[in-house]
């Protein structure tokens, strides 16, 4: 969770909408998938230890819902253990940084309107069920209550 929040709190400073354990087509369930400001949506496997990464065997498949891949955990997990070819974020829960880029896998189209409407729709009955129990949902930016 404390990496979480930090990559979280990064993506948002950097204007990406997040929406956290989203279930994809492969029945998959992806930490943190972010849509950016630009239309891109890039997925964060957060990884707490060495040995999280070790019996991973999942990630591979993440790059087909995503422009963009990046692994996330904290200080004490050595960096070299991720491979070069995914982007790499450093967290320390009250902040992230991006320590490596992900290159750009651009989605097919037909796959990034399918992945849209899954994450508009887990957003819309997070949404509806956090309204249901009482939570306050704040209006986003240009709407009206």
């Known amino acids: 969770m404390v ?10 400073e ?15 369930r992806a930490d943190l998938v972010a849509l950016t400001r630009n239309g ?15 019996v991973d065997r999942k990630w591979p498949e993440y790059r ?9 955990t904290h ?14 974020v450093l967290s320390d829960g009250y902040g992230a940084e991006i320590m490596r880029d992900a290159p750009v896998h651009r989605l097919p189209p037909s796959t990034r309107k399918a992945l ?10 997070r949404i509806t069920t956090a309204e249901m129990a009482g939570v306050p949902i704040p209006a986003l930016d240009g709407e009206s209550e």
């Open 64 to 72: 087909f819902f995503c422009d963009r891949f990046f692994f996330a």
């Open 3 to 12: 990496i979480r929040r930090g990559v979280q709190r990064l993506l948002m």
């Open 116 to 125: 849209m409407l899954r994450i508009a729709r887990a957003g819309m009955v």
């Open 40 to 54: 891109d949506i890039w997925i964060i496997e957060i990884k707490s230890s060495v040995e999280d990464f070790r």
């Open 14 to 28: 950097m204007g990406a909408s997040v929406l956290p354990e989203l279930s994809l087509a492969t029945g998959r």
């Open 75 to 88: 200080p004490e997990v050595p960096a070299g253990i991720f491979p070069e070819e995914c982007g790499f």
